[in-house]
């Protein structure tokens, strides 16, 4: 690493911190801390050893070729080589297997899918149990192959900081109750026996939801993937895709020529020219305490479950790990970040994000009495893709059907990124019977407007409104 930053870069770094509003211009410079600070997720500390694999190295041929070595790339591989044992599968990474939102996340296992809009009773309980059935599979395949990750399924929270929402959400579980959802409402009393947190009148709770080690699982899937046959490369930017009946892959250092191809890169996708006007990049910051015993967590109120999310516009979320971490995200309007014309790099993170992350610690602190002295031990950011309309979108297209993708999940792609995975492998096969009709599958995203205006309006929004990007998912 260079000694000294550029004055470009001192200038994003600047704008940052305008963007991010006082608190962060009252927070003093430190361009050593900028440089030298990893944007490293405690998910990743838990594969200290792991080691990526080879770049590509000239011209190969496979019947599929997956471009994304995260979620929705390892889903997809996993997918495809258990029904197609015999067609030759390349995955190329830029960087290392779950570099990107993947292993920079909250780690929640969600159900439902964020901008399906309205939906009638029994699609409402499709895919509700489509997203059900996918947690199921990620369970049932750790334990297949013996894998070694850190996941817990206790269930989740949605809590209620509104007295009104909260009794929307007691008629809501009526309702999902009685087309087949196994949701409950608990009374804020009953909630605190879980959670012990502030200001809240009740909880939705899903007891098949959880959270999961992301890095660990998919990093841990690639000896699997490979004993079927599948070459994955690491460290191998795309640069280029022509499509065509056979579609040729660029890299930098070599080239692949497939069948078909899956765009599996979520927020990174606009970097080949896809998609650029259906989503933007959203950065989004998260840190994770150090780790604290059964005693210390039910001394502040945690007292079980995997975790929790709120009903605020600019939503808070926390998990705590089977090692004892709690993961907090959200909770600030600074606690995202948009930069302009769609960068996907969130620069000197986490120093440049040293505002948003005391905002988020106060908020912490606000619900869990006694966490706000809790240290951190890692601070990063992931980049997330934002639709309009926070839908997300799976489907296949091209002037030769033979360009398959998934992206836009919004903030749910621990759960939808592993379903695309299915999703893309049946749409392949012509099996779409389980995903007929469904509202993301070839889902259209409403454009949004070019930069200016589009960086104009984002800040706007959050700035003015007081709303960070949320939209509810049923």
Known sequence: MSNSISLSQRIEYGLIRAAQGAAALNTPLSWEKLEIDENRSVWASYTPNY????????????????????????STAYNFS??????????????????????????????????TGPMSDEMTARVYHSTYRTIDRIEETIKKHNLDVSYRRDGCFEVFTDEERANEARREVTYLNQIGIPLQFLEADEVKKHLNLNGIYGGLFDPSEGQLNGVQFIRGLRPVLESRGVQIYENSRVTKITEGKTIEVETTHGKVKAGAIVLAMNGYTGKLGYFRNGFFPLHSHVFATNPISDTEAAAIGWHGTAGFSDDLNRISYATRTNEGHIVFGGGSNISYGYLFNNRTAFPGTPASATAAFDD??????????????LSHAHRWTGTLAISLRRNCSIGVRGEHKNVYYALGYS????????????????????????????????????????????WIGYQLMTRLTGRSPRQPHR
């Open 411 to 454: 903030g749910h792609g621990v759960t939808a990124a592993n379903m695309a995975g299915k999703a893309i492998t049946d749409i392949y096969s012509d099996d779409e019977q389980e995903w007929r009709d469904m509202p993301f599958i070839q889902a259209d995203f409403s454009p949004i407007p070019l930069e200016p205006f589009r």
């Open 51 to 74: 080691q990526p694999n080879s770049a590509l190295r000239g011209t190969e041929t496979a019947d599929l070729c997956i471009i994304g070595g995260g979620y929705t790339g390892i």
């Open 360 to 373: 988020m610690h106060r908020t912490f602190g606000e619900y869990l009495t006694g966490a706000h002295i």
């Open 82 to 115: 258990q029904r197609y044992p015999n067609k030759r599968v390349i995955l190329l990474e830029a960087k290392s297997l779950a570099n990107g939102a993947s292993g920079r996340n909250g780690g929640m296992m969600l159900n439902w899918v964020y901008g």
